[in-house]
């Protein structure tokens, strides 16, 4: 879809194909980008703060799942889901932690270029913008993907050290999938933070934006689906049925939300006595062995389409960025 | 001569607001043209069209024979371009940002190293091809800019307000860059406001004003059209009162200006000098110093805005 681009914004549109592929000098871009990205100091204290988090949950985690080391199937999986207070579990720090790191990757992606005066130089060059921007995207993408493989796999490794117990087939391919999820779901914010460097022209404001809607999305939206809930689908005589009409529509619209489509994939996935992330009657448990885990196969039907909603809102984002940028004037 | 660039009826409209009207425009291979013009007449979008780096609002551009609309790999490929106030990644060396731009063009790793040092040693910065360019002096940053641009071996250079920044010494460097570029056959257009700087260097000059190419062709030429001559001759002498009158006589002799009390300067069509000696030597003074200077494009150029005001408030 993307390389058929639509004919730039003002008259003498080429109806005709351009030259070359768009993609040309794309992997000189992602290799120039991710050379940046890994050398610089944002990526050390980004890497610092999630070690940092990672060592400390899996320590606390491990404490408590020492005294039960035997009579769990999915200990493994326990190590990302247990919770400690004062600390949340290290699923509950990602899902604050994936944006963070997304949008401090992204945010100054192209209006750094222009305010460094290398966007001119640059486009002068024989490549096409698609180049620049996926190359950009795909590099922060990797980058990402780079660090959580890596704190995926220092817990894996602390974990080995603290229980002693290896994982098993099933618990690997669990975390695998997890670990994809992962990525997919800080590519939603990687493509946010991106859209507000093409509409910004000031790094920090751009920063700022992208943090405002994490913020929006953490913190707000919940409660806003809640009350549009209650305006939409009022209980008016308190008849199961308006219960769970109104239930129902606030679970649709809280999942307007990266978050709790993260959240809830999340669950799917590594706890596999979970059966279903919607409302489930009384009497559709009929005969239902409770707690008993599903196949791994059904787990990842329950997140399915939590996943291709997070790599749907990935693609949204950064199509909207694309359409501006191909329309963006390059001077100041 | 063969043509390496020409616009046909370049428009370039934001909104209601034209920034570049109706331009036709032609270099032909070898040449240096100057694009002059204050700041907002349309210097830097007419540049953009050029490279494909807009989209004109109509009319044509072929660069190298080709549309750079519709071929922009093939131009970009060919074409260097120095935006005004260059800029680099701070944080990298001088080679690896150029290395960077040599991936771009899809030079083999060889081949890209051979051309950068080429290029950096060319522009005297091989002492430092490997420190931070955040170190670098604006005068470096320029010259980065055109290693940048010579390591693609390009046909066509583009320079955006090259001379703006530097101080003298710099700017003078630069300028003999040029004059060498030019002398090797590479075309060359730049932009400018900075008049003298352009004069030295320009084969031809394009004067632009609100969005219009107004006056076009070399300085000489421009000056008789727009001055009736633009020779300045400035004369030391001492005799009577009739001496300027006598000055005044001499064919070719716009205006005469007392500059002193023995000096006079004349505006005249050419370089009058023998005859100006003469008129001196009939009229009975005796002549202590004859100097003459070729037309001045900044005079070219406030004279015909003065003009300009002039038919406007008579209109």
Same mark, same amino acid.
């Given at each position: 879809? %993307? ?75 326990? $190590? ?6 004062? =600390? ?16 401090? =990757? ?25 180049? %620049? $921007? ?43 999938? &997890? ?20 509409? &910004? ?8 934006? @992208? %943090? ?97 909603? %997070? ?22 | 001569?063969?043509?390496? $660039? ?81 800029? &680099?990644?701070?944080?990298?060396? @001088? ?78 460097? &630069? ?24 004069? @030295? ?115």
């Amino acid at each position: 879809m %993307l390389a058929q681009r639509s004919a730039p914004a003002g008259g003498a549109a080429a109806a005709t194909r351009r030259e070359g592929s768009p993609w040309t000098g794309l992997w000189a871009v992602v290799s120039k980008e991710m050379a940046d990205y890994l050398s610089s100091t944002r990526m050390l204290i980004l890497e610092l703060i999630t070690v940092l988090t990672a060592a400390g949950t899996v320590f606390t985690a491990t404490a408590q799942l020492r005294e039960t080391v035997g009579q769990d199937r999915f200990l493994f999986l326990r $190590l990302f889901t247990t919770s400690q207070e004062p =600390l949340p579990a290290f699923v509950g720090f990602l899902v604050f932690l994936v944006p963070i790191i997304a949008i401090a =990757l992204a945010f100054d992606a192209v209006n750094g270029e222009l305010n460094a005066r290398t966007m001119s130089r640059l486009l002068a060059q024989p490549i096409y913008r698609d180049a %620049l $921007l996926l190359g950009k995207f795909l590099a922060s993408l990797f980058t990402l993907a780079l660090v959580l493989t890596t704190i995926w796999l220092l817990i894996a490794g602390l974990g080995l050290l603290r229980l002693g117990v290896p994982p098993g087939g099933e618990e690997t391919a669990r975390l695998l999938w &997890f670990l994809l999820l992962t990525i997919a779901y800080g590519g939603v914010w990687l493509a946010l933070g991106m859209l507000a460097s093409i509409l &910004f022209r000031q790094p920090a404001t751009a920063a700022m934006a @992208a %943090l405002a809607t994490w913020l929006f999305f953490t913190v707000f939206w919940g409660i806003i689906a809640g009350i549009l809930a209650q305006v939409l689908r009022p209980v008016r005589i308190g008849l199961p049925a308006e219960l769970l009409a109104q239930a129902q529509l606030e679970q649709a619209l809280s999942r307007l939300s990266p978050n709790v489509l993260y959240t809830e994939a999340t669950i799917a996935l590594l706890r596999p006595e979970v059966r279903s992330l919607g409302f489930v009657l009384p009497s559709q448990l009929q005969g239902a062995l409770l707690g008993a885990p599903l196949p791994l196969s059904e787990s990842i039907m329950l997140g399915w389409p939590h996943m291709v909603g %997070l790599i749907a809102g990935t693609l949204l984002l950064f199509a909207l960025g694309y359409v501006l940028f191909q329309r963006q004037e390059i001077r100041a | 001569m063969d043509i390496v $660039l020409e616009a046909r009826g370049l428009t370039k409209r934001y909104g209601d607001f034209v920034a570049v009207d109706r331009l036709d425009l032609t270099i032909r291979r070898g040449e240096v043209f100057g694009l002059l013009g204050p700041n907002g007449a349309g210097k830097t979008t007419t540049i953009l069209m050029l490279l494909g780096l807009t989209e004109p609002s109509a009319g044509s551009v072929q660069v190298l024979g080709l549309d750079p609309a519709r071929r922009p790999l093939s131009v970009k490929a060919r074409v260097g371009y120095l935006p005004d106030q260059v800029g &680099f990644y701070d944080t990298l060396t @001088a080679r690896e940002n150029l290395a960077y731009i040599a991936r771009l063009n899809g030079f083999t790793r060889k081949e890209a190293g051979a051309r950068i040092e080429a290029a950096l040693a060319r522009m005297g910065l091989g002492e430092v091809m490997d420190k931070a360019v955040g170190a670098f002096s604006r005068g470096m940053r320029q010259r980065l800019g055109l290693a940048e641009i010579l390591m693609k071996h390009p046909e066509l250079i583009i320079m955006d307000e090259p001379t703006l920044g530097l101080d003298p010494e710099a700017a003078r460097e &630069f300028l003999e860059i040029i004059r060498n570029l030019r002398s090797e056959g590479i075309t060359i257009m730049l932009s400018s406001h900075l008049l003298h700087q352009v004069q @030295a260097v320009c084969d031809r000059v394009g004067l632009f004003s609100k969005g219009k190419m107004v006056l076009e062709g070399p300085v000489e030429v421009l000056a008789r059209e727009v001055l009736g001559g633009g020779y300045h001759i400035t004369v030391e002498a001492e005799g009577d009162a009739g001496l300027e009158a006598a000055l005044r006589q001499v064919e070719g002799v716009q205006r005469v200006q007392r500059a002193g009390p023995n000096r006079f300067v004349l505006e005249a069509t050419g370089d009058l000098r023998p005859a100006v000696a003469q008129a001196v030597v009939e009229a009975g003074g005796q002549l202590l110093a004859l100097a003459s200077e070729a037309p001045n494009l900044e005079e070219v150029y406030a004279r015909y805005f003065q003009k300009e005001a002039t038919h406007a408030r008579a209109a």
